[in-house]
């Protein structure tokens, strides 16, 4: 297909603050964005997928300090942690983006210039609870009694300073008719509720700028001030597609991006970052999809309560592709979670080792002991046909609609579909026969589909189905604008038995 004639998806997660480790709740994201862009690619659509790390403000400037190192040096080592754990868990995407990388320093000087510029920036007094060891402001519920700071124990005093202010309030009219105007921009729409709750409750203006720290990016007009690092950070969506510094670019993947963030910056993504976009003259994000947070026993996962799940020590000991399943598949997206050692083993043994992997051994030993191994290619007329297609079709929607977890469930539909009709006609007991073969040539052709709808959640494991029936081409190659039509699995070659796909896991691991 001609690229100009492609569908462009540009698709990001926040960017990640370089001040910890990844985490499951970074992995939840990283997966489901992942699986995005990855339905997205079957599309046959071009897919920009975008991700990064947040590496301005005090605390870093601060770890930085602790280890003896500068910020930049500190920086650079830790980043790399967040890119060697994208790799191990399957994430393909596009751009890795780096705050303090010299094309940021150019986007955000012109996306703030262009603020300014058009006056919604300005100049006055900002007061506050000040940490002198912290360098930093506290609000008043931040404080421990007796107005001691939270991580110092010393009394904070009340301070002031010159900084520049985002004219926020004036753009509460605004972002409530872009909403009004926008019925998808923010999902689900409880998300979008609590947003629209925010705005209406009235906005205030908020600070931008620091001349107490250094290590951010200079305000352009101002060089005592550097920006705010939650302020800096939102604009990284706009420099990896080149606002400020390719005009054409940007117009290439601006508006129609899709951020994808946890509930707890909502109000960063869904109230700031659309004002700021309208302040600058640009045209806000198409859509903002906010996701839920995975408990651990019902509770948010923090250091402090010794909760905290590591994703790659889950990858090693279940395997990638159970537990990128199980983080797509338990918990409807958008709604909190409750995470489970017991949860994930069970799902991965029903339904990816009893359901999927046992349709596929099963239907592979039958068709070598009766048939000599050959084959049998779908038969448009079989029974099943129709109910497949459909649910085929549902899924497919539900990926559209940014559900991973229905979509999954309507996959693994088909494969219930599918095993009741093998249960119905038993043809491990039948002699070689026409009848045979187009029960055999229906479950190939149900392997081949699940395959294709799975494989964003499972890129390696459905792309080990694809090739253990002998697809013809890459999985990662199909269109699914005809591919998840009936009738595709032709047959013909050899099958063979191999050890399972999905060894039964247990907690013991
Ligand atoms: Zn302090």
């Known amino acids: 297909m001609n690229q100009n004639t492609k569908d462009r998806f540009f698709i990001t997660t926040p960017i990640y603050y370089v001040n910890g480790v990844p985490h499951l709740g970074h992995a939840y994201t990283m997966v489901a ?90 100049k ?106 939650w302020c800096d950070a939102l604009v990284n969506y706009a420099t990896a597609v080149g606002f400020g510094v390719d005009q054409d670019r940007f117009d290439q993947w601006w508006p129609s991006v899709h951020h994808v963030l946890g509930k707890d910056i909502l109000r960063f993504h869904l109230v700031w970052w659309p004002a700021m976009c309208m302040a600058a003259g640009v045209a806000p994000p198409s859509q903002l999809i906010v996701h839920g947070w995975l408990l651990v026993g019902g509770e948010k996962m923090a250091k402090s309560r010794g909760n905290k799940v590591d994703p790659l020590e889950l990858v090693s000991t279940y395997g990638l592709d159970p537990v990128r399943f199980y983080l797509m598949r338990e918990t409807p997206f958008g709604s909190d979670g409750d995470f489970s050692y017991e949860g994930l083993v069970q799902r991965s043994n029903s339904e990816l080792s009893n359901n999927y992997g046992n349709l596929l051994s099963r239907v592979i030993a039958v068709v070598v002991s009766k048939l000599h191994g050959v084959a049998p290619k779908a038969s448009p007329d079989s029974p099943i ?57 229906s479950a190939l052709e149900v392997l081949r589909i699940v395959s294709i709808l799975a494989y964003p959640a499972i890129p390696t494991t459905a792309a080990a189905v694809w090739g253990r029936i002998n697809m013809d081409g890459e999985l990662v190659d199909q269109n699914i604008s005809d591919s998840l039509r009936w009738g595709q699995y032709l047959g013909g070659s050899l099958l063979e038995k191999r050890e399972p796909l999905f060894p039964r896991l247990s907690l013991e691991n």
Not at 79 to 98: C, M
Not at 191 to 211: Q, Y
Not at 408 to 437: F, G, H
């Open 33 to 122: 964005t992942d699986a995005f862009a990855r339905w997205h690619r079957l599309k046959g659509e071009e897919v920009f997928f975008l991700t990064g790390t947040d590496e301005h403000g005090l605390k870093v400037a601060q770890s930085a300090a602790e280890e003896g190192l500068t910020p930049k040096e500190w920086v650079d080592k830790v980043s790399v942690g967040f890119v060697e754990a994208w790799e191990k868990l399957g994430i393909d995407y596009d751009d890795f983006i780096r705050t303090t990388e010299d094309r940021h320093y150019k986007t955000v000087s012109a996306f703030l210039q262009a603020i300014y510029d058009n006056g919604y920036i300005y």
């Open 124 to 229: 006055d007094l900002y007061k506050g609870l000040y940490c002198v060891a912290c360098e930093a402001y506290y609000q008043k519920a931040e404080l421990l009694e007796g107005d001691l700071c939270p991580t110092h124990l010393i009394k904070v005093t009340e301070m002031e300073e010159a900084n520049y202010f985002f004219a926020l309030s004036r753009l509460q009219n605004d972002l409530l008719a872009w909403y009004e105007a926008n019925p998808n921009a923010a999902i689900p729409e409880s998300k979008r509720n609590e947003a629209l709750g925010f705005i209406k409750g009235g906005l205030e203006d908020i600070s931008i700028t620091r001349t107490s720290m250094t290590w951010g990016v200079p305000v352009p007009w101002d060089k005592e001030h550097v920006f705010y690092v």
């Open 385 to 441: 046909a129709a109910e497949v297609e459909r649910l085929a079709q549902q899924a497919a929607a539900k990926w559209d609609s940014f559900a991973p977890s229905e979509a999954l469930e309507s996959s693994w539909e088909i494969i219930r579909v599918t095993n009741s009709y093998l249960e119905a006609n038993e043809p491990w007991k039948m002699e070689e026969s026409d009848e045979l073969r187009e029960i055999l040539g």
